[in-house]
């Protein structure tokens, strides 16, 4: 499988990296919207091009990975290149996901590709963990915590603030909400109740920390609603302590089954993650590569992973993975 | 959706009482190799019919949930009630899947109908998180625990034994085996260092308990490889704490990703269970919907959990999905 990756950031970099641990896939080349000169990649002997000159190299590509951000990037961008190519996407907008999918299928109806759009870990993995856990206990409750993790929104949001000069937000769960979703408790939890927000922030010299701390707690829809900590630091504390870009979280579903529902049962699926970007990556790759499947079987149009039997993500053959994972 | 239930132990009662919980599904009638006059089933006006009487009520059925057991029964049902209906069975004996698999393949095939082995837990969701997480880091280890739960085939062992009059084996995952696991240190783990066995047992009158405790600790296969614990107690504290058939476990990928896999990542996937046969027989009425679907389709032959994609599942739309709960 040949892949092209369109945008060359963190997930961009990740997409390049879980090429090498998939056998089957090959980088292509690498498409930006920045002067290619400018663009190095790690691959050697991988050419990077402009994205206005995908066209000429499409028939090169049997999946492209779209890389851009979901605000303004994936929304424009998945629906034109699904006209040339099947395409994958991490689209992770979750009330613009209805309008996401008519556009990119109607386009790649039309052009005869396959599209995958939201794939990830949430969208994606999480996604799938609530639809199983949904079908298997009908009557229970649904419950995603995210972190302890790097929420990129909120630290930009942070650096927006007049006096900081650098910050990383990272969400935690609360451990006591953790626990009795974990006992079946089926509580019923506030924003708040669920989810911590800590903020580490390198302040602009003689800037004011109390007016920071204040701006930060008090933000609304970003940070009113929750407790948030705020601990002020170092350049170089801040570089050696909060350079990854670490996430995961969990996804649990609490149910009941038997004659008067007298039995509980709890699912959950959690990650823990050292690098956001490159797990994304990965959980794409396995994706492309059903995408692939679909379009050399004749398929054509929008998938999301509800729509993937799990057996076309492997590389191995029905009758390696019955012998072997099943 | 109309659900036959092939025999009447835990596991079909538990496929009863799950049908009250998925408002598109009716129990259309109980099969059993008993006198059917000697079984007395909780739904209200369902018939409980002789197994051997099947074919004449073939027709009223979309799925024949098969909920004999895996040593015997499936192998040999599984396929004869192929060749008649949709089935689907829990097939566990992981070694044989690769036959089973083939037999029912071919009886649904020359019949046309649609089957599917090896639904549940483990084999089940267990497997298809073992896929998933394999699919997206190809480079890591696998770990599965089981428990804490309750043994049938050790238990069994057990009241096997001279002198046992009743007997309970619960198997318990190492607390300090799974902390490394879930640490990303990619233990090497022993059958000993993962699970340790404890068993409660009834005594005979007048038994000599140190012969049993002997005879269990010492055991082949069941329990020599193991720490195992051994607590006599009386027919009434038997009765109050081990009644219920609780299981549960955790399927845990530990890889890397990044240019030279610096990064770490850890998907974990566990199950808290009151009654195992009821969980059972939950993941089977999911599955069983996806193959009448796939019957409707004009799909034929045998599959597994792999091959559905997980809309099926679901009795909602793709629309509703996506809005919902991607």
Known sequence: MNIGIMGYGNLGRGIECAIRQNPDMELTAVFTRRDPATVKILTEGVAVYSADDFEAHAD????????????TDLPQQTPVFAKLCNVIDSFDTHANIPQHFDNVDAAARESG??????????????????????????????????GKGV??????AVRRIAGVKNAKQYTIPVPEALESVRAGENPQLTTRQKHTRECFVVAEEG???????????????YFSDYDTTVHFISE?????????????????RSGATG????????????????????????????????????????????????????????????????????
């Not at 799938?128 to 079908?135: P, S, V």
């Not at 800037?207 to 829809?221: C, F, G, R, S, Y």
């Not at 529902?261 to 797990?279: A, C, G, I, Q, R």
């Open 60 to 71: 090169e590509v049997d999946v492209l990975v779209m890389c851009g951000g979901s605000a």
């Open 151 to 156: 929420s990129q929104g909120h630290s930009d």
């Open 236 to 252: 170089d504390d801040f570089a050696r302590d909060h350079a990854g870009i670490p996430h995961g979280g969990f996804v649990i």
């Open 113 to 146: 590709h396959v599209a995958l759009i939201s794939a990830g870990w949430d969208p994606g993995m999480f996604s799938l963990n609530r639809l199983y856990a949904n079908c298997i206990l009908p009557e229970g409750s649904d419950y995603t915590f995210w």
């Open 207 to 221: 800037a004011d920390l109390a007016q920071i701390e204040h701006d930060i707690v008090t933000m609304p829809n």
């Open 259 to 326: 004659w008067n529902k007298e039995n509980k049962h709890v699912v959950e699926y959690s990650l823990k993650l050292d690098s956001n970007p490159e797990f994304t990556a990965s959980v794409i790759l396995a994706f492309a590569r059903a995408i692939n499947r679909l379009h050399n079987e004749g398929q054509t149009g929008c998938k999301t992973v509800f729509d993937i039997a799990p057996a076309y993500l492997s590389p191995l053959s029905g009758e390696e993975l019955r012998a072997h994972l099943l």
